[in-house]
């Protein structure tokens, strides 16, 4: 238990679907992450948020929209997502970003099927 | 362009036995490097970081290296055992603005009995 916590953790839609990947943080920390995850792929920065501003969006397409209501949730409104979009979907927090990023912890991934 | 290194991709060593996992990166300015281990089905867990000084850390069967001049990192696993079987994931924090983070494509590992 990291203290970080995704749902759902699978998650099969259809490219014309729209769902919702939410992330709760308990550890206190003020900077949230989404980060995708493929096969034999480095781990891509998607987007931040510090102090429930966003910092940071990594060139991603607009099909993903993320929402940080505060500090504790994170959320990733998808639609129409194309096949190429499935992957392990990692949230993570920190205790800040920048000169105190330190140690990300990271939830335990949602599991994304576009057919 | 900043980059991290991992090798080799893949690893299948017998149980008991020691292994190393190496890092090498082009980051710049360096801040800090972590070694994280990520579980089947999991989110990665962080298992030690080194700071510009430091050479050597442990935290038990663990062993983490750092030769700042030649910028490689490794993870030297002793006695190993099944449940190190799992992704080793090296990250390079630089103190430029955001403290960018580079990830490297992480090495499997599977321990077989």
């Known amino acids: 238990e990291t203290g970080v916590t995704q749902t759902p953790r699978h998650l099969v839609m259809g490219m014309t679907n729209k769902k919702s990947l939410k992330c709760e943080q308990h550890?206190?920390?003020?900077?949230m992450y989404w980060y995708k995850q493929s096969a034999k792929k480095p781990l891509e920065l998607m987007f931040v948020?510090?102090?429930?501003?966003?910092?940071e969006n990594n060139s991603v397409p607009s099909r993903f929209s993320p929402e940080c209501p505060n500090s504790s949730h994170l959320f990733l409104h998808l639609h129409t997502l194309q096949p190429e979009d499935s992957a392990l979907y990692l949230c993570?927090?920190?205790?800040?970003?920048?000169?105190?990023?330190?140690?990300?912890?990271f939830g335990e991934g949602s599991r994304l099927t576009v057919l | 362009k900043n980059q991290v290194e991992q090798s080799p991709q893949s690893l299948i060593i017998l149980e008991g036995k020691n292994c190393t996992l190496q890092c090498n990166y082009t980051v710049s300015p360096f801040s800090n490097l972590r070694w994280y281990k990520q579980d089947t089905g999991r989110g990665p867990v962080s298992l030690t970081i080194?700071?510009?000084?430091?050479n050597t850390k442990s935290n038990g069967r663990y062993t983490a290296t750092l030769d700042a001049d030649t910028k490689q990192s490794s993870l030297h696993i002793t006695a190993s055992q099944l449940s190190d079987s799992a992704s080793y994931i090296c990250?390079?924090?630089?103190?430029?603005?955001?403290?960018?983070?580079?990830f490297g494509g992480g090495t499997r590992l599977m321990v077989k009995p």
């Open positions: 550890l206190g920390h003020n900077a």
């Open positions: 948020y510090n102090f429930k501003e966003q910092t």
């Open positions: 993570a927090s920190s205790q800040e970003q920048g000169i105190k990023t330190g140690e990300l912890f």
């Open positions: 990250v390079v924090s630089s103190h430029n603005a955001g403290n960018m983070l580079t």
């Open positions: 080194m700071t510009f000084s430091e």
